[in-house]
């Protein structure tokens, strides 16, 4: 009787696990795709960085909730320096099981640069059962600004995630995998050249530019608190063409504009619900 419990409870997670394997196929293909598009010469380099962070989530009701975050981001590399500081507040509102909005601002501060910026952004999400385990949620994300952001004015980011519908037993975990792509909109004006290396026109950067790749496992600590740990890379890229493209080299002196930033995270979130 233990052997047929045993063997009905694996074969429902390898059922379960082909929607995984759905996601990460997805996420292979994007990252596959980006990486042939992006140029020989890439010079945004890949090094790891530390983020961690502190959120907090105060639920007003049933269906809302207003979130409080802070995330420090440090570089890696010898010695250790902190790269920003970011805090957010949000507003959650679950309209029903299934659809989701939120809507907030975050602000960044730069140390090394003394640069501080902000956005406003307003998310929709769809979760939907895909078998018995797992879920899958859908989420567009729109974003504006701060005025002295010469990268972007605006961006868009399709977000998809893979993750259990239930907690394990084991240590009450949950696992995910998920992928954001991002477009942005607007910004500094590039310079960008004709095949023969002469300047052509001067454009902003608009385009599908970015990808993040998050594994991330969830522990629950307590009713009131839990921890995430995860990784996640990051992946600039030029997706369809260099016309309105980053990393455009300047044939004249190889000086590179809006260099590639690619890198690598290891993070550490704690979580607090009042």
Not at 11 to 33: N, P, Q, T, Y
Not at 51 to 58: A, E, L
Request: charged fraction near 20%; hydrophobic fraction near 35%; proline fraction near 3%.
């Amino acid at each position: 009787m233990i052997f047929k419990k045993c063997k009905y409870k694996l074969s429902v997670m390898l059922v379960g696990s082909k929607e995984i394997w759905m996601l990460i196929i997805f996420c292979l293909g994007v990252r596959v795709a980006t990486a042939q598009s992006n140029p020989a010469d890439d010079a945004g380099g890949a090094g790891w960085r530390l983020w961690t962070g502190i959120n907090t989530d105060i639920f007003l009701s049933r269906k809302s909730e207003i979130s409080i975050d802070y995330l420090r981001g440090a570089d890696m590399a010898d010695p250790i320096v902190t790269d920003f500081h970011q805090a957010s507040a949000s507003v959650d509102y679950d309209f029903t099981k299934q659809i989701s909005g939120k809507a907030g601002m975050t602000f960044t501060q730069t140390p090394s640069s003394g640069e501080f910026t902000y956005r406003v952004f307003l998310r929709g999400s769809y979760k939907m059962k895909v078998g018995d385990l797992v879920s899958w949620t859908h989420g567009l994300q729109a974003e504006s600004h701060s005025p002295n952001e010469n990268r972007f004015d605006y961006r868009g980011i399709y977000m998809t995630r893979f993750g259990l519908q239930h907690r394990l037993k084991l240590l009450r975990v949950a696992p995910s995998i998920s992928y954001w792509l991002y477009y942005n909109i607007g910004g500094s004006k590039i310079q960008y050249y004709d095949t023969s290396g002469e300047p052509s026109v001067k454009e902003t950067a608009d385009g599908f530019h970015r990808g993040r790749l998050t594994l991330n496992v969830n522990s629950k600590l307590s009713d009131a608190a839990s921890i995430s740990l995860y990784y996640m890379m990051q992946n600039e890229f030029n997706l369809f063409g260099d016309s309105r493209g980053l990393n455009v080299i300047n044939p004249s002196t190889g000086k590179i504009k809006r260099p590639f930033s690619n890198y690598n995270v290891l993070g550490l979130s704690l979580q607090f619900d009042i």
